[in-house]
Structures are given as C-alpha cells and as structure tokens.
C-alpha cells in the first residue's frame, strides 16, 4: 500500500507545475481526490486489510493525504496569484521613456508676467484690465500727451480702420481707434471708474509700429503699476521698486534714478538697475523701465484732487526684463514658438 | 544731438572735470549720453617737434636706424627708430623720456639692441591722432624744433551723443548744455557779449517792410539789414567748431547763423538782398500747389499749411525748415538780410512732417525755441558776421509782432515740495538749485508766515508752470540718485485681481495641467488669411488704417491661424508637435459691430505623439471635455445635448466639430478637428484637434453668484434601461432631452424623481433598418424619502416608453 501511496504522490508532484488554470487543476484534483480518485481508490482498500494492519494503514493514508492536500494547496495559491497577475499583463520595462506628450508649461512671457504680479500684489496692488483696442483719448489725451505728439502719428502707432465701430470699447467722443501703445490706458479707464485711493497694476499687450529685429516686436507687453493716495512720496516710489528689483534680481540689485520725461509724470524718471552678482550683464547701470509721479493734470482729467491725492506711476517691459533675467538676445525668440525654446522655461 | 566739449568750454569752465565726469553729469541731470567720442590730440607734455639731423644703420639689428634728432638750441640726441619713411632734415614729431602717450604709455630712456634710445619719433596712431601707422608722422610744414605737439594739432575735442527729452527745448543748444552743466557743478556761466551798436549804423533798411500775414503761426518777426560783407571760408575755429558736430561748412555768413543755432538754439536764416525781387518780406501760407527748390535741391510741392517767407513774387523759405536756392547767399552777396523769428511749433512741425524734411532748424522750432531769444540771437550773429564777414549793420531791425508774452512766477512751499519728495532739502538748497539754473528766487512767506519761495521762470523754459515742475528741477540737481532708501510703506488689500485675469490664469493653468504648452503669437494678421477662414468677420472692420506690413494689417478675429503657424513652423524645424493652447485679445464683429473678447484655444495632433507606443487619435469627444473643463472655470455648465454640430465653415471640419453658446450670452466656443482644408494649407501632416473659447470680458466681470446647497435622498435609486429606434441622423442630445422631458412629466404627481436621464449605448448594425440606430438609456429614478419599488416604478416607466413613440418617429427596441 505504501509504495501506491508513494507513487501517487511522485505523480501528483510532478503533474501539478504543468497545470495552467483553476479548471484543469480542479479536474486534475478531481483524478486523485475526488470520489473516483486513485487516492479515494487506495483508501478503499483499508477495509480488505486484517484488523491488526488497519490502525497502521489508517495512520499512512492519513500522513499521505496531508501531504497531498499541501502540494494542491500550495499549487492553488499559486494558480490564485497567477490569474490576479493575468489582470495586470505582462510586466513592463519601466526604463522605457514615456510614449504621451511631455509636460505642459507657460510661455516666458506669462512666467514673467505672473512673477511680477505676484511680488507687486505682497505690497498691495491688485490687477486691473482694460482693452487692447484703444481709443486717442485714453490712450494719449487723458494722459496729457500734446495733441501734436510724435507718439500719436499714423507712422508710430496703429490705427484701426475709421470706419470700425467697437462693441465694447467705449468711446469718450468721436476720437479714433487705435491700438494701444501702452497699458497706461488702463490706468485712466480704471480710475474714472473708482475713486482713490487705489493701487493697480495693469499687465497686458502693447502695439508699437516699429519694425521687428532684436529688440523690437509688433505686439509687446508691459505691466504699468498705479499708486493712488494721500502722501505718496517720489521716496515711497524708490523704495517700491527697490523692493521690486531686488524680489526680482536677488538681495544685491540696486536701482539709480535718472531725470527723464513722460507726458503724464512729472517728476519723470528713468530707472537704471545694477545687479553685480548677475555677472557681467549686472556690472553696469542697464536702463530697464520709466517712472514717475503721476502729473496733477491726469488727476484733473479723471476727476481726482490733484491738491489731495498723490500717486506714483511705473512702467516695465515684460519682454525686456524677461531677455533680462534669463539672458535671451532676441525678443522674437518669444514669438517664434520653437518648441525648444519654449520648454526651457515651462 | 551731438555737443562738442571745447565748445560748451566756451561758455562753462570745466577745469579739472573729466570726460566720463561731465558723462555723468548730463545723466544725472536728465540728458542721457548716448555715446562719447574723443577726437584729436589730448594734452600731452614732453612732446615736441624735432628735426632729424642724420641717420644710419642700427650696428646689431637691420630693420632699426639710430638717428640724430635736434629738439632744442643743444646737442641732438641719439633716438633708435623702426620706421623708414624720413629723410635728414625732416620735422617729426618726438617724445622724449617723461612723456606719456594716449594709451599710458611711458617713455623712458632705454637701450634698444645695445644703442641707447633717448626718446621715440612718433606715427599719428602712437599720438592718438589717427590710423595713419605705416611710418613716423612728418610736419611738411615745419613748424619750430622744440613746438609743443599741442601747438602743432589742433587742440582734442570730446563729443557728447545726448538725449534731449522733447519738454526740453532750451537744451537743444550749446549753451543750453553748458547751463546745465555749470548749474551741476555749480560753475559760473558766460553769455557771449553782444559788441555791435544798431544806433550807431547809419539807419534804413535793404527792404522795406515785413509782414506777418499769418500772425498765429509766426506771432513774431524780426529783419536786419547788413550792408557789403565780403563772402568767403569761414576761419578755422568756426570750421572746426562746425565741423566737430558734424556740419559742413559753407561760407562765413551761412556758418554764422549755424553756429549761433548751435550756439543758442535759435535757427536764423541770411537772405541774399540783391535775389529778393519786390521790396518786401512777406510772412505768409504758402499757396496750395505753390513749388519751391529747397536747399537740397529738391522740388518740393507746397500746401497752404505751410507757412513761407516770402518777396513779392515767391516763396524763398519753408519758414522755420529750409531756405530756396533763389535767395540763398552764395559767393556774389554783398548785403544781407538777417531773419530772427518765433514760428508756432505746430505749425513748423506739420510742415516738416509733411515735406518728410526735418532739419536742425524745423527740429528747434516745432519743439520750441526762446520766444525771447529771436533779438539776441540775431546781434550774436551780426557780431559774428561783421567780424568774419565784415558789412555794417545799418541800424535797428524791420520787426512784426511781438514776443509770445511767457511771463510766469511760481509759488513754492518748501514744505510741500518735501511732502512730494518724502525727505529733506533745505529751504536754502531749494533756492540754490533754483537760481543755479537761472530761475529768479525770492524767498519770502505766505499769509501764515510759512516760508515760501516765489520762483521766476526764465522765458526760455517753456516747460515750468506748475509748482510740481519745480519739484523735478529740485530733484535733478539734488540729485535723482540720492533719494534714501526706505521701507515699502503697504497696507491692507480691499480689492481683487479682475475676474478676467483670475479666469485667464485659472484656464492656463487647467490646460499646462493637462500637458498643453502655452504659446504666444502676435495679434496682427494677414488680411487674406482673415478673409479666407474668418469670412464672417467683415475684413474690413478689423483692417488697420496703417499696417506696416500685408501679413499683419488685420487684428486677429481666432487664435488658431497662429496655433497652426507653431505646428508648421516646429514641423519644419523637425520638432515633434505637441499640445498647445494660447489666451489672449481676439477681435470679432457681431450685427456690424467689434467686440473685444477674451479668447482661449488649444490645438493638438489628431494623431497622437510618434513614439514607441501609439495611442488611438484624439476624437471629438476628448477636445469637448477640455472645453467642458474651461467653461467650467468660468461659470457655465456644458450640456453636449446643446453643441451644434458645425457645417459650412472652412475652418472647421463638418461631422467632426461643433459650437457652444452664442455671442448673446457672453461666451461661445468651437471645438473638434479643424478643417482639413485648412490644415493642409498650413502643410501639416496630421488632422488637428482644436478648440477655440470666447468670452466678452462683460461676462467674465459679472457678479459672481454663490451655489446653494441641495438635499439629496439617501435612498437607493431604481434604474431603468431603455432602449429606442431612431433616424439614423437624428441628435442623441436631442433624443434625451425629449426623453427626459417625457419621464419627468410621466413621474409627475407620483413622488418618484427623475435623477438623471443617460446614452449607455449607441448601436447601428444587425437586427436594426439601415437607415437607423439604436439609443440605449438608462432612466434613473429616486425618491426622497423611500426605496421606490418595482410597483411604484414600472407604471411611470410604461407611460415613459408609450409617451416616447407618440409622434417622434422613434420605436422602442424590445
């Protein structure tokens, strides 16, 4: 009986490996344990043994139906774990690199944009909007800009077509449309809207008739800041915008005022910055923005009290402090949309 | 405008300030320096001429001679020299030791090849002078042995390349600069003495009289008569002065009235006398379609905007722009007339912008010259005319008008000024800056005896009329880069972002989120292209009235023409094409008008990326969702059931793309492949996948509403599947909103909700007629305060499948 049992399950050991499913392993169970089984056939023949063997034999068949019931168990967990991992397929090469598309990102312009609001809105400006399509009188007029200004020539700024009638972009008389040289515009529309004190930053894109080449683009971007209140001095305008360019360029940038001229400042000022640790680019004064007072001739336009309300003026080129901080030569890089290019930024 | 060192020097003492010090200087003060060029020979000292007594071969090198140079009364001295092309008796130029050269450069005595060298001839490069180095520098004509180089060359000369800012007319002059700059180094500045005396001429005039006809653009006039001046070159420092600022000289009157121009900024224009036909001047506009020869021999056209000097006859002059060859004073003129005058700015700056002529003249006038100034400007000129010229001045001038009266005093509270300022100047350092600028101060005090400084403004500067203008004339000589740092002063923030900007930053960064890559194209197109894919934008309301270019001459009404020109132009590049998006201002006309909306688009290969593992192209569902989860951002829900599909429009592919919204309600969108038409114009290999969002920056500001919360049943929902036949082109959208109309009006009354009616399922194929599909639904039904069962569900569910067919057209599949 011994050497069946023995047989048995050399066979069950070697035939269990080759089972592929749950199915052929409960048949194949079926063949050995079940009713018909070779095993259920040997333990059947403990009856025909003489009593004094019996106790013996029971023990044997017991020891050996143990041992099967291990190698089906283990041969079930191991067909179990097989059909979950069937789930999942094949196992990948994680080394591969990834067939979808590279990470999406912002345009440099927009990073420039964004950093620069950011740092003006921890001291209180907020972001107001206005159209890019412009009409003479907020664009130049209530600006203080004289009528007969270089500025407002059909050779320097673009007009749109005299007989286009906007939708939405207000008219103040029967002025012309035009597209904005500057976001200064804003500035108008946003305080004819609100009363002071109020302090706004205006980003947004710019239309100069220039010819295009490394420093000069159709459309550019600027982002003009407005500070309106009691006692705004020239000394609270320096000292923003040291805060500005030292957020921007690190600790160590420092800015120089020089006497400059704009229609609707007065003081007007230029603003050099310097940046040492920038390398040789920072070493020098660069020029990087104009500022000033607001003149008290704005004021009267939009209606504020030029003899109580004070405020300061600046604006900068996105595109110019962008080429500056990352040391891009070429402003139409910005517009080209190389890929390339782009990526190195997002 | 370029100003000459030497020749502010003239009226400013700059002793001991340097050039890169008077660059600073004009900086600071608020002329930008552009460029500084150094001409000619800088002080130098041991440098003089010698003569070369004899020369021969250097005993241990063949390419040097060792010569014998007398620089003074003794013995010549040995100098060892490379160059060759100096004969015995030739003048040259010699450093001796002590001497140092432009560049640093010492020279000391020192053996060369074992001769000792007690000096160097010298090339024009070695001095500074000029390129000229192919040998030693040769004085042909011989000026003294011993003469300091700097007798023999014309002394250096710096010059300044400046920015005048256009409120700054008084500083388009040479003296206007050296006013500045002594007012900055707080140096005294010297007008030239005016000698000539109009009394003591023996009076009369060349002409007889002048008019202003036209009294608003020339208020005022002023026409000496100069008698028998004798033409010829201008002597040499006039020649230099002129030449140094890069005018050509003429003759010795026409460079009088240059110099005085560059002088004090007042153009002045000579008539020659005997080439004035009639006897008078007339100031007038000029006659449409009157012709004149300018100056530089160009025919010009004249409209009656312009203004003119003219004879009895003809135009002589474009006033305040350029003069006719008919009166201009050449070699044969003998007597002069001297015009002096205060042209209306505008009216000069109109003309020179229509003749497309600007000249130093039509420069300082349209900006503004010294209403002031006209009288004397023109004594400094006779001055300089009598003395170069000779003549005499027969007495006082034929004038028209009067000065423009400018009369201006300012009040000024130190005290507010420092208020503007934020910290400190003196009172006193107030007036000082004040007065060095020639601006007449008085200190006195107002009504509450508070100081208070009454500050008289020079009729030359045009630009101060308001206390505020004084605060910047304070500042620039204070010092513009000595404003004390301080601490941002800020307080509490009441006010947001705009809404439009906060929506645009939320939508660019759902789209990076999604893997898009912004990109960023300019706002002007080509009108063709606008014409072609936008046709129902009428072309011409979105035309510039001067574009500079044909490709950029319309604004653009889509951002998609330029998310196409990135894929072909990375295509081209060979760059693999990737998502994209972009925001910004598009154009667009509704009932005849332009609107101004924010839009948003983004485009993607229908095709996928090319890499190791190809994904299924994009569809028309995948681009919806996108625009789903940007509308969403804005506030506006997106129902598929309302998307129209697009026919008819080249831009986008019809049967694959759709339309949201409308421009009534603030917002609209079109979405799915673009049309192939389109895409293969731009070259691009592969179908494109788009979206393009609009919305009036009106709708974006609306006051934003805040949801209310809405019970929901904790109930189990009952579930209904159904399934109907339909027109094969019937709308799935259309048939579930009919379907839902009908299950709510079905479950109405009962107390059973109809929570959600839904497309499982579309099914074309066996079992159903060719010319129709199969809409599988499933209906699902919740009350609020029970399980619904089957005996409450399957009545409004029959009445649901019999409502359905009533009439549609539709059968339900059984």
Redesign the interface.
């Known amino acids: 009986m011994e050497s069946d049992l023995k047989q048995i399950l050399a066979d069950v050991e070697e035939a269990l490996p080759g089972l592929g499913s749950k199915a052929q392993f409960e048949q194949y169970k079926a063949t050995v344990l079940g009713p018909n089984g070779k095993f259920t056939a040997v333990t059947k023949t403990i009856g025909k043994l003489p009593p004094a063997e019996r106790p013996g034999a029971g023990k044997l068949i017991n020891e050996y139906k143990n041992r099967l019931q291990a190698r089906f168990d283990e041969a079930l967990r191991r067909l179990d774990s097989a059909e979950l991992a069937a789930k999942v397929g094949p196992s990948v090469d994680v080394t591969l690199p990834s067939p979808d598309y590279g990470p999406g990102g912002a345009h440099l312009v927009s990073e420039v944009r964004e950093e620069i609001c950011s740092i003006l809105r921890k001291i209180g400006f907020v972001v107001a909007d206005g159209p890019e399509a412009e009409t003479e009188y907020y664009c130049f007029d209530a600006l203080n800009t004289p009528k007969d200004h270089p500025a407002r020539d059909l050779h320097d700024t673009y007009y749109i077509h005299p007989e286009t009638r906007f939708g939405n972009v207000s008219r103040k008389g029967d002025e012309r449309f035009l597209l904005r040289t500057h976001t200064s515009s804003v500035q108008i529309r946003t305080m004819l809207e609100q009363p002071p004190p109020l302090r706004i930053i205006a980003p947004g894109r710019c239309f100069r008739r220039d010819t295009a080449d490394a420093t000069h683009s159709a459309n550019f971007h600027q982002i003009e800041a407005l500070y309106v209140d009691k006692g705004v001095t020239v000394r609270d305008l320096k000292a923003d915008l040291d805060y500005l360019f030292r957020s921007l360029l690190g600790p160590e940038a420092e800015t120089r005022f020089r006497p400059h001229y704009f229609s609707y400042t007065e003081p007007s000022f230029e603003v050099d910055f310097r940046a040492g640790h920038l390398g040789k680019v920072g070493s020098e004064w660069m020029e990087i923005m104009g500022c000033g007072m607001v003149d008290p001739a704005v004021f009267a336009e939009v209606g504020y009290d030029p003899e109580v309300w004070t405020g300061y003026a600046f604006g900068l080129g996105i595109e110019r402090i962008a080429m500056t901080l990352y040391g891009i030569d070429d402003i139409r890089y910005l517009y080209q949309n190389d890929f390339r290019f782009l990526r190195q930024f997002a | 405008m370029i100003v000459s060192r030497n020749w502010i020097e003239r009226y400013v003492g700059l002793d001991g300030i340097d050039d890169s010090a008077v660059e600073r200087a004009l900086?600071?003060?608020?002329f930008?320096v552009e460029g500084v060029t150094r001409k000619g020979l800088p002080p130098l000292e041991n440098i003089v001429v010698g003569e070369v007594v004899s020369h021969g071969k250097h005993p241990n090198a063949d390419r040097l001679s060792v010569c014998q140079v007398r620089v003074d009364g003794g013995d010549p001295r040995t100098i060892v020299c490379g160059a060759k092309n100096f004969a015995d008796g030739d003048r040259v130029i010699v450093a001796l030791p002590g001497a140092v050269l432009p560049g640093d450069f010492e020279i000391k005595v020192s053996k060369l090849r074992g001769v000792e060298s007690q000096g160097m001839m010298c090339s024009e490069r070695e001095l500074g002078l000029g390129e000229d180095h192919a040998g030693i520098a040769v004085l042909t004509d011989r000026p003294e042995i011993g003469t300091s180089v700097n007798e023999v060359f014309d002394a250096g000369d710096t010059l300044f390349d400046i920015e005048i800012?256009?409120?700054?007319p008084d500083a388009l002059s040479h003296i206007g600069i050296a006013r500045e700059l002594a007012a900055w180094f707080k140096r005294d500045l010297v007008y030239p003495d005016i000698r000539v005396n109009l009394l003591a001429g023996p009076g009369g005039h060349l002409v007889e009289s002048v008019v202003s006809e036209t009294e608003e653009n020339c208020p005022h006039y002023r026409g000496y008569s100069i008698r028998g001046v004798k033409i010829g070159p201008s002597p040499h420092w006039l020649k230099t002065a002129l030449e140094s600022i890069g005018l050509r000289p003429v003759n010795n009157v026409v460079d009088a009235t240059n110099f005085v121009l560059h002088e004090l900024g007042q153009p002045l224009h000579a008539f020659d006398v005997k080439k004035i036909r009639g006897d008078r001047i007339v100031v007038r506009q000029a006659r449409k379609g009157e012709r004149i020869t300018t100056l530089d021999d160009k025919n010009r056209t004249l409209d009656s905007g312009m203004m003119v000097i003219a004879d009895a006859e003809r135009a002589l002059v474009v006033a305040g722009v350029m003069g006719s060859v008919d009166a201009e004073v050449d070699d044969t003129t003998v007597d002069i007339f001297l015009e002096s005058a205060y042209f209306n700015?505008?009216s000069v700056?109109?003309t020179a912008?229509t003749l497309g002529l600007s000249t130093d003249s039509s420069y300082r006038f349209e900006r503004g010259v010294d209403p002031k100034g006209a009288e004397y400007a023109a004594l400094r000129c006779i001055d300089l005319i009598v003395e170069l010229a000779g003549g005499e001045v027969l007495g006082p001038p034929l004038v028209a008008g009067e000065p423009p009266f400018i009369e201006r005093e300012i009040e000024l509270s130190p005290a507010w000024v420092r208020?503007?300022?934020?910290?400190d100047i003196s009172d006193e350092g107030m007036a000082a800056h004040l007065g060095s600028l020639e601006l007449d101060v008085r200190e006195t005090t107002d009504g509450d005896d508070r100081p208070l400084l009454l500050v008289g403004v020079p009729s030359f500067r045009l630009d101060l009329y308001?206390p505020?203008?004084l605060?910047?004339e304070i500042?620039?000589l204070h010092g513009?880069?000595k404003?004390?740092?301080?601490?941002?002063?800020?307080?509490?923030?009441l006010?947001?972002?705009?809404p439009?900007?906060v929506f645009t930053?939320r939508a660019?960064s759902l789209?990076?989120?999604?893997?898009?890559?912004?990109?960023?194209?300019?706002?002007?197109r080509d009108g063709a292209e606008v014409k072609k894919w936008y046709g129902h934008c009428a072309e011409?309301?979105?035309?510039?009235?001067?574009?500079?270019a044909s490709d950029?001459s319309h604004?653009r009404p889509s951002l998609i023409p330029g998310l196409l020109?990135?894929f072909a132009?990375?295509q081209a590049?060979l760059?693999?094409l990737?998502?994209?998006f972009e925001t910004?201002?598009v154009?667009r006309e509704?009932?005849?008008?332009?609107?101004?909306m924010l839009s948003i688009a983004f485009a993607l290969p229908r095709e996928g990326?090319e890499?190791?593992?190809?994904?299924e192209p994009v569809d028309f569902h995948a681009v919806a969702r996108v625009v789903r989860d940007i509308f969403l951002l804005a506030g506006v829900s997106v129902d598929p059931a309302r998307f129209e599909p697009v026919s008819g429009d080249n831009a986008w592919q019809a049967g694959h793309a759709a339309r949201f919204g409308g421009f009534k309600m603030g917002f609209e969108a079109a979405f799915g492949v673009l049309g192939l038409t389109m895409t293969s114009q731009w070259d691009l290999r592969t179908p494109v996948c788009a979206g393009a969002l609009y919305f009036?920056?009106?709708y974006l500001k609306r006051e934003p509403r805040r949801r209310r919360y809405q019970a929901f049943s904790a109930f189990p929902p009952a579930t209904r599947d159904l399934a109907l036949v339909v027109p094969v082109g019937t709308a799935a959208g259309h048939v579930r909103t009919e379907l839902q109309r009908v299950a709510r009006q079905a479950a109405k009354g009962t107390g059973i909700e109809v929570e959600s009616v839904d497309v499982f399922d579309v099914y074309r194929g066996k079992g159903i007629p060719a010319d129709a599909k199969s809409l599988a639904f499933s209906i699902v039904f919740r009350s609020p305060e029970r399980t619904l069962t089957d005996k409450e569900v399957n009545p409004v569910f029959d009445a649901i499948q019999e409502k359905i067919v009533e009439g549609s057209g539709y059968s339900v599949r059984k």
């Open positions: 900086t600071m003060v608020g930008e800012t256009p409120n700054r700015p505008s700056r109109r912008r208020g503007r300022l934020g910290f308001r505020i203008d605060v910047e500042l620039r513009t880069d404003v004390p740092p301080a601490e941002v002063r800020t307080h509490g923030l006010a947001d972002d705009d439009l900007v930053r660019a789209l990076i989120g999604r893997g898009y890559q912004e990109v960023a194209h300019y706002s002007l011409d309301s979105l035309a510039l009235t001067n574009p500079l950029a604004l020109d990135c132009f990375n590049r760059n693999p990737a998502p994209v910004g201002r154009f509704y009932d005849g008008k332009v609107f101004e990326t890499g190791w593992l190809r994904r009036t920056p009106e």
